[in-house]
């Protein structure tokens, strides 16, 4: 990649440990049995993403807690999600030790989510904001998840894991609105007119994805569509055939017309929900996201304590190694596992 202008990366490492634990074996393990999938799905994800992007600048956050202030809000948010494995937690303490070795620094706060974390340092580089602080500075936000697709701006962009690890986009203005038909920051409203089954965040029921896109193209936003609707309801009962006159100027379909009225509270909340916060207290320091600066012996012997065999290679600091060695059968095993990412 050509640089013009600094590079920022910002890791959603939650987004990216998920991934990992689902997209390789949990054959992957030391020779004493200790699983090691999520740290090597991790650290080659952010091999690529330094080999791609070439940062000046990174930083990685973490969910700390499912206890946030959306479910003080809404005690229903996230209920539906299904605990991940044991194996997948036991994992996380590795992954933050090697982004302690790298000198990697993580920015997290209790009561937030790593998206909050994510929104409020990247607001400091958005282009068009007068908050920005950071100029002459672009932003890469490291994800799988489409959360983040409401901070893209010209300024921020999106490097988007599209399945499995190795399937990558980088993901502008440009292509939201090719893929979408919509504006990034569309993407708020869109969960509130059609929810979001994974977050479950409810929207309003009976409006679907297709039906929501439809609604943001022709009102521009939820805010503008409700103004629309209580300029011409008045906020009153309606009856049918006033209803479906109303509908009709307005182009739309009578009953969802109806439940856009019927739930307009629960659309309001579930946009509440949908959006990320920009304004965490944290104590943010360029100066420490500075990348490149880290103890190359540590990282040695945590790879070789992982058994990474190929990252030491990567690394340029693997030791010589006898070809009928154990360590040696190790590395074509691991080489073998390598290609499935």
Not at 27 to 37: F, P, Q, R, W
Not at 40 to 49: D, F, I, M, W
Not at 56 to 80: G, L, N, P, V
């Amino acid at each position: 990649m050509e640089k013009d202008s600094k590079v920022m990366v910002l890791i959603d490492s939650n987004a990216i440990i998920h991934r990992s634990y689902h997209a390789l074996p949990k054959t992957m393990s030391t020779s004493k049995g200790e699983l090691t999938n999520v740290v090597y799905g991790y650290t080659t994800t952010l091999l690529k993403v330094l080999e791609d992007l070439k940062p000046d600048y990174i930083a990685a956050s973490f969910d700390i807690s499912r206890a946030t202030f959306r479910m003080a809000e809404y005690s229903e948010y996230k209920a539906t999600r299904i605990k991940a494995d044991q194996e997948l937690y036991d994992q996380i303490p590795k992954v933050r030790e090697l982004l302690s070795v790298l000198n990697i620094p993580i920015y997290e706060l209790e009561g937030f989510e790593a998206d909050d974390c994510i929104g409020t340092i990247s607001d400091k580089f958005e282009n068009n904001n007068p908050k920005q602080i950071y100029k002459n500075c672009k932003v890469y936000i490291v994800t799988g998840d489409k959360d983040t697709f409401q901070l893209v701006d010209d300024n921020i962009f999106i490097y988007n894991l599209k399945g499995g690890l190795s399937n990558i986009q980088i993901t502008d203005r440009e292509a939201i609105m090719k893929d979408w038909g919509l504006h990034p920051e569309d993407f708020v409203d869109l969960k509130a007119l059609a929810g979001d089954p994974s977050d479950n965040i409810p929207g309003v029921p009976g409006v679907g994805p297709k039906t929501a896109i439809d609604l943001l193209q022709k009102f521009d936003s939820l805010n503008k569509l409700y103004d629309k609707i209580k300029a011409l309801t008045h906020n009153k009962g309606l009856e049918e055939q006033e209803l479906k006159k109303i509908a009709a100027d307005l182009g739309i379909k009578p009953r969802t017309l109806q439940l856009l009225i019927d739930y307009e509270d629960q659309a309001e909340m579930s946009q509440n929900l949908a959006t990320i916060r920009r304004d965490v207290p944290l104590d943010f320091d360029l100066e420490k996201c500075k990348w490149g600066e880290y103890d190359k012996e540590a990282l040695k012997n945590f790879f070789e304590r992982m058994q990474f065999h190929s990252l030491l290679r990567r690394f340029g600091a693997e030791r010589a190694v006898d070809p009928k060695s154990e360590t040696a059968k190790e590395q074509q095993i691991e080489d073998n596992q390598l290609s499935l990412l």
